[in-house]
């Protein structure tokens, strides 16, 4: 059995070795045990740290859970986290619409807006090309990209690929680069200030800042 299988019974087996919890206690530890990173032990001092809370404050934790599932979406431009139709940086008229910045996730653009660095837009691929894991530019939003370079007629200039420095993402910047370049948009990526094999969300702001300022061409454009 996998050590996921014996977690999993071990929740369980909480089941079983706390069999004197209440159900809706039960119920609560089951649910935490299941997000990631997350053991039995730490679902069950997640479980009580609850039930040591305050009504008022339990509460809150419920509706904020609530109400991210009802009104948080993705923008219909970008595909940035947003609460609206659009998200606040496409719906902003002093933002550089010359300029599209390509990130895989949505904590990527967020790690990349903090630096200030950057006033263009963004749009988010909701992933990477994988071929092992079956990932395929459909599977992505790459195809609204394209759309999007396409319908600006020439408002777009640049695009620029801030994917993580991984083998999947040089495999989906290398396939951008080529796809845009047939467009005659001017294709580049951020400056390799970036440790290869690591993740924007974890780059502090200054190295961050320094890939955008350097970043570099990969052809496309006239």
Known sequence: MSSNGRQRGGAGGAGKGASGYPAPVRALIERFSELPGIGVRSAERLAFHVLKSDETGALALANAIIEVKKSVRHCRVCFNLSDSDMCSICADPGRDRTRVLVVEQP????????????????????????????????????????????????????????????VEGDGTGLYLAQVLGELGVSVSRLARGLPSGSSLEFANKAVLADAILGRQSMGGGS
């Open 107 to 166: 904590k990527d653009l967020i790690a990349l807006e903090q630096t200030g660095m950057y006033r263009g837009l963004y749009h988010v691929l909701m992933g990477r090309l994988s071929a092992l894991d079956g990932v395929e530019p459909e599977d992505l939003t790459i195809g609204s990209l394209l759309a999007r370079v396409r319908d600006s007629k020439g408002v777009i200039e640049e695009v620029v690929l801030g994917l993580n420095p991984t």
